[in-house]
């Protein structure tokens, strides 16, 4: 076993298909993902973050033909779009994969040889119904109203020979697998929806579609007149992207220690296509897949033809980037559905963050500034009151790190702003302003303002995986010398960490209000 084996964890994002721009939804997960990252690093874990696009499939290659381009050119393209977002979101991946690298075809190649040769993989002759936009083939007795169960659209009668992978002779094993980890299939109600889906029998699974249907895919070894099923493909990026099959790689070190994090309509795929896949090729399954919910806009789902696609980047030019992080982890509980709303997030900005944290922190700086020239004072003789203050703290230090295993984002959130309202009514219980008119309790407002800022220093640990750069000048500006992200909770988040005599910087507003009126509603 690797020697960091226990302190390693693996996150990854779905890999996101190049046919159309990114959406909120895409940012919500990738988000997510990194905040989980971040977080595990301060914890002291070994963390690998992988990321990237799916450019395979019919879906792929007739929107390159719209366009008039072949299918890798419109791939290039698309895929730009995806990683600058990402650097705009701040997200701090160790690796970005697309499926069209020929990393990832030799191991995709590599596994379905290994399968064939194994008699994993026979080829049969397939009569039904394929829905073009899912890529998906759909029996007689799956079909609603004649159209496909997933996106209701009309499908197509087909008859071909293909191949398939016979995922059927893992149904009980994959049934008992889910029975005995109750966590790798999380919220609860994924895990439940998907033992019900177990309850009827398993199909095996086509993994091949012929060439003269479809070009744009990774060829099948043993039979060059075929390339691979999108999804069998797409799937196998979680083993590629760290080195699985080749020399000097982290692989071993990190899995099965993956968390993938997921929309619900990608449940399936990745409960039951890809644990029978990785059982097939001799691989333990992922430590837990976790479905999140989706995300209305102003109560309506969001489309094209209603023209309320919310584009992320318009949302940063609007918002900034951490109130926008902010806003989709605080808003809802990871894994239910959410509504995206402008009004919410103007309140959600001038509540929380302007008034709350922002007043909090320039409060305490100024009134150091103005007291004590910008110098950190020592605390001294500590009332109850100033260790009410600290006690919340270190109660909050070890919620967050429940909540952040459970990926319960919102309540995490909930914790940190307890140490935030217990900072508010710290001062304005103790009302240094007060203290300082009499030189005899310069001593105390000394012990006041140390306090308040210590308790800063703790909320800047714990939020900085949600709102980095703000965290980042939080820091900073409370004279921190030490790199944010070389910090290690369990040692750096003990209250005291703050040192007397460094000198804080006049604060700069974190988080201005802002005016509802002068909102653009076109983000």
Known sequence: MHPNFEKSFYITTPIYYVNDVPHIGHAYTTIAADILNRHKRLEGYQVFFLTGTDEHGQKVEKAAQERGI?????????????????????????????????????????????????????????????????????????????????????????SEKNYFFRMSQYQSWLIEYIEKNDRFILPPSRRNEILGFLRSPLEDLCISRPKKRLKWGIEIPFDTEYVTYVWFDALIN??????????????SQFWPQVTHLIGKDILTTHTVYWPTMLKAIGLTPPKMVFAHGWWTIEGKKMSKSLQNVVEPN?????????????????????????????????HRINSDLANDLGNLFSRALSMVVKYFDGLIPPPSDLQEVDRGLQEVSEKVLLQVSKQ??????????????????????????????????????????????????????????????????????????????????????????????????????????LFPRLDPTKISRGA
Request: charged content about 25%; some cysteine; glycine content about 8%.
């Open 70 to 158: 072949d299918p890798k050119t419109h791939c290039d393209e698309m895929v730009v779009r995806f990683e600058s977002l990402w650097k705009r979101l701040n997200i701090s991946n160790n690796d970005f994969i697309r499926t069209t690298e020929s990393r990832h075809k030799k191991v995709v190649q590599k596994i379905l040889q290994d399968l064939y040769d194994r008699g994993e993989i026979y080829q049969a002759n397939y009569d039904g119904w394929y829905c073009i936009p899912c890529e998906r083939f759909w029996t007689e007795k799956d079909l609603l109203e004649g159209n496909c169960p997933d996106c209701l659209r009309s499908v197509t009668e087909i």
């Open 404 to 509: 952040m295993d459970d990926l319960a984002f919102n309540r995490a959130l909930g914790s940190i702003w307890e140490i935030v309202g217990a900072g508010n009514k710290y001062i304005d219980e103790t009302a240094p302003w007060a203290l300082a008119k009499a030189e005899k309790d310069r001593p105390r407002l000394g012990t006041v303002l140390y306090q308040t800022l210590e308790s800063l220093r703790i909320i800047a640990l714990l939020l900085a995986a949600f709102m980095p750069s703000t965290c980042e000048k939080m820091w900073a500006q409370l004279g921190m010398g030490e790199n944010l992200w070389e910090q290690k909770l369990n040692v750096n988040g003990k209250w005291g960490g703050l040192k007397p005599g460094r000198k804080v910087a006049k604060p700069m507003p």
């Open 314 to 346: 318009r949302l940063i030019d609007a918002y900034g980037v951490d109130a926008v992080r902010y806003f989709l982890m605080r808003e809802v509980s990871f894994g239910m559905d959410g509504d995206f709303s402008h009004t919410a997030m103007v």
């Open 238 to 251: 979680y083993v590629t992207g760290i080195g699985y099959g080749s020399e000097e790689n982290p692989f």
